[in-house]
Every structure is written in structure tokens, then in C-alpha cells.
């Protein structure tokens, strides 16, 4: 595999968000001391080669069902999305179908477009995940209007640890478990509720750098993604 490919899945599937100083996983965006995007990168050339069949194999998980609440204009609505989005991803990146993701994420949402080019990426290399479960344990809503049109959801959440299958015939990549909270933009279109942008809340007593939900309301962490 070429290294630019094998960057961008190592990095920027493992596992939610970008940050503006480089690719990072969430893991490392939870902890400021962990190792940088080059020194995670580093390496992974060299992992051993194995027979595809010695792999963890492909999970088979059914294709999530969407909740009613996708299209009620509520807070319960846009609560449900971002839950739903979540509990979907192993899901997604087992399979490759992002369509579970498609339809409940803004075109202009920098951070969830190129989360969804790097998961299509990930299948187009025959890649997958195994395991690495969202759990969402409580969500909570401020928005603006009556019903409201925009607003923020903040997820707590759980990730079980997970093996990433990037290349079959190579060594898979052991992740860990995280847990943190998870801060999505959200709007109304019309139809459904979609995130507008996604960010993860720094540790208790840090600064935030984290996705584009940023200070400058920006999405510019997004442009690290497969550089």
C-alpha cells in the first residue's frame, strides 16, 4: 500500500475527528500527551505481512433501522441524530455503506465529508473494522426558534476498543477504548435534522482544539485529512 493511503487510514479513521495541527484520532485529541500524527505513523510500513485469511474477520452487523425521530423537527429529533449517527458507525465502517451517514450530515460540513471519504476510502482497500461500538449513555440539546432550526447536541459517549483491518495483508491495528463528549452543530433542512459540524469537548481544564467546532466557528481542521 502506498504510504499516503496507508496515512490516511491509520490516522484519520482512528477514529472520529480532525484537528487543526494534523490528523489525529480522538484518543489523541482526549489525550494531549499522546504521540504525534508522525510519530503514530511512523512504523507502520514496517508491520509484518500476514495471510488475509489469519485476519480478524469481517463483521456482518445488520444494516441500522433510522428512528422516526430523524424527522421530527425537536430537540428529541436532533438528539436522535446524532445518536443514531454513532450507534451507526461500526456498522458503517464494517461494511462500507455510507449511506447510513449520507443523509443526516451537511455537504458543507467539512469534518463529516471528509469522515466519509476516509470510510469509503477504508473499503475501497478492502479494509474494515471489528468491533469498536458506540455506546451513547445521555444527549442534551440548546437550540434557537420554536421549533427549533439550529442548535448544539452534546453526546456523552463510550467507544469499546477495536482492530482496524486498513490493508488485509498486513498486520491490523489493535485501538483503544475512549469515552468522551461529542459536540455537533445541527440544523433543520426541512426534512430531517443534519450535523453542521462536529468537535469533541477537550479534558476537563484544557483548551479546545478539537474539530470544527472551533472559537472561529470554522471547520479548517478538516484540511489535515490524507496530507
Given at each position: 500500500m502506498k504510504r499516503p493511503v496507508q496515512?490516511?487510514?491509520?490516522?484519520?479513521?482512528?477514529?472520529?475527528?480532525?484537528?487543526?495541527l494534523g490528523v489525529m484520532g480522538i484518543g489523541?485529541?482526549?489525550n494531549p500527551g499522546a504521540e504525534s500524527e508522525e510519530q503514530a505513523v511512523e512504523g507502520q510500513d514496517d508491520r509484518t505481512t500476514v495471510d488475509p485469511d489469519e485476519q480478524p474477520p469481517r463483521p456482518e452487523l445488520p444494516r441500522p433501522e433510522e428512528p422516526a425521530g430523524l424527522t421530527e423537527q425537536s430537540s428529541e429529533g436532533a438528539e436522535t441524530t446524532l445518536?443514531?449517527?454513532?450507534?451507526?458507525?461500526?456498522y458503517m465502517m464494517s461494511s462500507g455503506d455510507v449511506s447510513v451517514w449520507e443523509d443526516s450530515v451537511d455537504p458543507k460540513c467539512e469534518v463529516c465529508v471528509r469522515f466519509l471519504q476516509n470510510a469509503e476510502q477504508l473499503a475501497e482497500q478492502d479494509g474494515y473494522l471489528v468491533d469498536g461500538a458506540f455506546a451513547v449513555h445521555s444527549t442534551t440539546f440548546e437550540g434557537t426558534g420554536e421549533p427549533p432550526a439550529t442548535g448544539t447536541v452534546v453526546a456523552d459517549f463510550t467507544q469499546e476498543e477495536s482492530i482496524l483491518v486498513d490493508d488485509p495483508?498486513?498486520?491490523?491495528?489493535?485501538?483503544d477504548a475512549v469515552s468522551g463528549q461529542l459536540i455537533a452543530t445541527m440544523a433543520w433542512d426541512g426534512d430531517r435534522w443534519r450535523v453542521t459540524d462536529m468537535s469533541i469537548a477537550p479534558p476537563e481544564g484544557a483548551a479546545s482544539d478539537g474539530g470544527?467546532?472551533?472559537d472561529s466557528g470554522g471547520t479548517d481542521g478538516a484540511d489535515g485529512v490524507g496530507g
Open positions: 496515512r490516511l487510514i491509520i490516522i484519520a479513521l482512528a477514529l472520529l475527528l480532525v484537528v487543526p489523541q485529541v482526549l445518536t443514531y449517527l454513532l450507534e451507526s458507525y461500526d495483508n498486513l498486520q491490523a491495528n489493535a485501538l470544527g467546532a472551533s
